[in-house]
Every structure is written in structure tokens, then in C-alpha cells.
């Protein structure tokens, strides 16, 4: 049985990715490939859930990188990376996983 997949599930899947997409906003992209740099993931997603003014983003990201290491090193990490975006940000949602 097969099952139709919805635009809107079909746009959910497509930020789930290595590269970016041109659906990302700016501040999306640059999280985005700031990320990709430092850590090489094998799955990444970037959403600004601020409403489009850039103040907060969800990000789920998995790397190897993560491998070996606790889930707050994995914040740590990624917190490390954005330290400067973050200063501008009034929250951000955070998944990361080695797997």
C-alpha cells in the first residue's frame, strides 16, 4: 500500500540535507553552512521558528563528529560553533545525534 507523501511533508523532507536548499532564508543558509563546515554532518536541518525574523532556529543535526560523546558535549559543540549567532538569538531549539 502505498501512501501520497504532501507538499508540505515533501518540504519538510527536503530540509533534512547536506546542502543547502534555495528555500532557506539567509539566516538559515548561514547556520546552515557555518555547521556543515565544523562538522561535516550526515543529516542537518536549519529552521528559523522565529516567524522569519531570524531570533530563534531549530536545528537537528547528526554527525560523526558526535560519536563517543554525551549529548551536552554535543550542545557544547554545536553551541561552540554559533557562539557569535547566538548572541543575537532569543532561543534555539537543539537535536543532535552521532547516528
Known amino acids: 500500500m ?7 511533508a515533501r518540504q519538510h523532507v527536503a ?20 555547521l556543515t563546515d ?3 554532518p550526515h543529516k542537518l536541518r536549519v ?4 516567524g522569519g525574523c531570524g531570533s530563534m532556529y531549530a536545528i537537528d543535526i547528526s554527525a560523526k563528529a558526535f560519536e ?18 547566538i548572541k543575537d538569538m532569543h532561543g534555539l531549539q537543539l537535536k543532535t545525534s552521532a547516528k
Open 2 to 8: 502505498f501512501r501520497s507523501i504532501t507538499l508540505a
Open 15 to 34: 530540509k533534512f540535507s547536506t546542502t543547502a536548499a534555495n528555500s532557506m532564508s539567509d539566516g538559515e543558509k548561514h547556520i546552515f553552512n557555518k
Open 38 to 40: 565544523a562538522l561535516t
Open 47 to 50: 529552521v528559523d521558528v522565529s
Open 68 to 85: 563517543g560523546t554525551s549529548i551536552v558535549k554535543q550542545h557544547r559543540m554545536v553551541n561552540q560553533i554559533l557562539k557569535d549567532e
